[in-house]
């Protein structure tokens, strides 16, 4: 079964970068989409980027378009959401999520951030924006 763990949080002044890594490890499928997605305090948890398989496709909320960046590099089970420029609205927990997909359950990139679609989840790392 594949497993995610998230690593890379913590406390970062307004302004300030971070780097989160999602290490992928266990029974990998073929093709898998991972995803970060974010809940701060009292919300829902929403997505923030995903990107699939070969890396060639990602996407971005409103929110992190511009100023977060989801990458894999070729070869590695890691996965990276580069963070700059956060605000304190960045604050909250961040998971990474992977689905898994096959031409009998495809991934529909239009609807990447349903959180019902992914199989596995990470724990969680705390991410902080305060001055």
């Known amino acids: 079964q594949l497993q995610l763990v998230e690593s890379g949080g913590g406390l970062v002044q307004p302004g300030g970068s971070l780097r989160l890594s999602c290490q992928v490890s266990?029974?990998?499928?073929?093709?898998?989409?991972i995803a970060w997605f974010r809940q701060a305090p009292g919300k829902e948890r929403e997505g923030i980027a995903c990107?699939?398989?070969?890396?060639?496709?990602?996407f971005y909320s409103d929110s992190a378009q511009g100023r977060f960046t989801i990458s894999r590099e070729e070869g590695e089970s890691t996965v990276y959401l580069q963070m700059n420029n956060l605000q304190t609205e960045d604050t909250g927990v961040y998971y990474c999520?992977?689905?898994?997909?096959?031409?009998?359950?495809?991934?529909?990139?239009?609807?990447?951030?349903?959180?019902?679609?992914?199989?596995?989840w990470g724990q969680g790392t705390q991410v902080t924006v305060s001055s």
């Open positions: 999520a992977a689905a898994e997909t096959s031409s009998r359950r495809p991934f529909f990139f239009a609807r990447w951030s349903a959180l019902g679609r992914y199989d596995t």
């Open positions: 266990g029974f990998t499928p073929d093709y898998y989409v």
């Open positions: 990107i699939g398989t070969d890396a060639g496709r990602t």
